[in-house]
């Protein structure tokens, strides 16, 4: 099993930048990609960015490609989000997931171990 634990949200101004962190425990021999959600009130969680965790091919979704950056340290076993050109429509919850499979990367059934959450909200 693999643990995960985000770090690094807070509150910014529309235009700022945060970098978010999820450390992996456990299992972590086991990862085969990680990826990054997010969830505003009301909506559905929805992907963000995800890595491979041994080639390190990253996918983004449209609406933050060229403004996130997702990239990992595996000595440390972390997976970072450096988020710049912040929107207001990007406050939301943060979630890190980790998944032992190869396929569907953008899908949220597709993993199977989650963090806790960590809270950005970018104001106006």
């Known amino acids: 099993q693999v643990q995960l634990v985000e770090s690094g949200g807070g509150l910014v101004q529309a235009g700022g930048s945060l970098r978010l962190s999820c450390a992996a425990s456990g299992r972590t021999f086991s990862i085969s990609i990680m990826g990054w959600f997010r969830q505003a009130p009301g909506k559905e969680r929805e992907f963000v960015a995800a890595t491979r965790w041994r080639s390190r091919s990253t996918y983004y979704a449209d609406s933050v490609k060229g403004r996130f950056t997702i990239s990992t340290d595996n000595a440390k076993n972390t997976v970072y989000l450096q988020m710049n050109s912040l929107k207001v429509e990007d406050t939301a919850v943060y979630y890190c997931?980790?998944?032992?499979?190869?396929?569907?990367?953008?899908?949220?059934?597709?993993?199977?171990?989650w963090g806790q959450g960590t809270q950005v909200t970018v104001s106006s």
């Open positions: 997931a980790a998944t032992d499979s190869g396929r569907y990367y953008y899908l949220t059934d597709s993993y199977n171990a």
